[in-house]
């Protein structure tokens, strides 16, 4: 399988320059990317979309990181990976990404070749847990 058959990837972030470069970079990479400014509804592009990785801000006013993820992951069962991405306090963002099983950490500023590289890794652990063909959690509606 190639990489452009890899994906969607959804991207978190309220900086617009970020969001675009990181956009970029994952398209010009072979993905099929989603770009949000914001968490809201990030629960209805996880079951609508069925993203294999979502790269998500840790900053973002109104509904941080943390507060949507802890979410937006019970929507769909596997959780697809998530990369935290944020110029937070290295260990702090790495206690975060340790509270959920299918979580990575990522310091802002990060350059291409690295974020391609976590969501190449990202992409791949999610395939091994199945998160392709992920179904909806017990009790919820199909």
Known sequence: MSSRDRGPVVVV?????????????????????????????LSAVLSSEQPTVVVLDVSMPGLDGPGVWGVARTVVSPAPS???YSAAEPAALTA??????????????????????????????????GAARRTPPRGSPR
């Open 82 to 84: 998530v990369i935290f």
């Open 96 to 129: 975060l990404a340790a509270r959920y099983p299918e979580a990575r950490a990522l310091v802002k500023p990060a350059g291409v070749t690295q974020v391609l590289q976590i969501v190449e890794e990202a992409h791949r652990e999610s395939e091994r847990r």
């Open 13 to 41: 972030d309220d900086d617009p320059l970020v969001l675009r470069v990181v956009t970029r970079s994952l398209e010009t990479a072979g993905f099929r990317v989603i770009a949000r400014e914001s968490g809201f509804g």
